[in-house]
């Protein structure tokens, strides 16, 4: 029954001839991120076998602290530049170069914020170092900008091959770093690596096009107007990182380092698939915003379909995961991570509550209703933060996925009936939910 009802759900909406565009544009966007996601879990599995529960930890206690202040790297400029772009490609050079400098500042920016505050942790001199390299890191973030002209461009297979061309580079890193016994410094600064090569890639892309990046240049009117736009978005990066990457942090001074790494191999595994949202949002979004200038009705059908097809894809990832948790940690990992699988088994239904929230994005930017979407996210973030102090003392890291599981409900679901402008998104989001939409099949 769901299979079939997922065909028919993407055969109607591959029916409107404006979509098959978009579908092809994420065939080569799905096709690069489940080679990401094989190569990821083969490659990740070793590196997490060889640093063993301890050490895996403190790595991803590192990326996770960073994490919490990435929203200063990317300045919520993603979406707004690529809808400006859909809109007014003829300022494409003033709206790349006002973002890549703006979002060149905002790495500089976070390295000294994180700079600052990790001084505050109870984590040693050789934490706080994997801290700083990994922001470090961050400033080569704004090379990413390319990608936003390829997004809004329908050209999803070049920032596709940007980003395989990265992941076998960074790959091949790792499994060198293995082989020769490199320390844990060493896997930090390939983090680092990655992002350069990604960067260097797209824009080697973007000169192919025959489009000269000399011609950009930086604006400070345009810069205010993105920042005013995207300062909204930048407030709810930070809500969506803390309560993503909170918990890690948390069970790091609450448990250590190895609690840390038995949770984070359960939430990778968890959180690879993730991409799957990501890839379908991003290369619908210039459609849906078509749609909201031809027709209200045809905007609103097509934001339904993605909500359904989101809570379908999420809910068949997580059913058999559920199960077969055990058996997977235990062949991935080994016996050393067996912890992770409960982790595992909890954690990997918060997908389905990000799935439907990756799409409802798109609405709250089309429909300029950020403040909304801030204002619920910031009330996941507090439950996330509430829950993980009572609970992680009392269920260790069962208790952290508990929590995020129940923040990620009240963020991306609940939250949306606590504002009338917002109600219509509650209703839409139920029908995904519970299944309202197959009652109505024409």
Sequence with gaps: MKLSYIAVLLARINAHAGFKRYFANTSWMMGEKIVRMIVALVVGTYVARYLGPERFGLLNYATSFVGLFSALATLGLDGIVVRNLVQSIEYRDRLLGTAFTLKLGGGVLLFGVVFFAVQFTSSDAYAKMLVLIIAGGMILQSFKVVDFYFQSQILGRLTSIAGLCSLFASSIVKLILIFSHASLTC???????????????????????KIRILTWRFELDMAKELLRDSWPLILSGFAITFYMKIDQVMIKEMMGNTAVGSYAAAVRLSEVWYFIPVAINNSFFPAIINAKKKNENLYYQRLQSLYNLMVWLSVGIAIPTTFLSPLIINLLYGQAYISSANVLSIHIWAGVFVFLNNAAWKWYLIENKLLFANLRLFIGLITNVCLNFCLIPAYGIEGAAIATLISRGVASYLGNILFKESWILFRQQTKALFFFNLLNKK
């Design 187 to 209: 896997f930090a600064l390939e983090i680092v690596l990655e992002t350069g090569i990604l960067g260097s890639m797209l824009f080697f892309l973007y000169v192919k096009q």
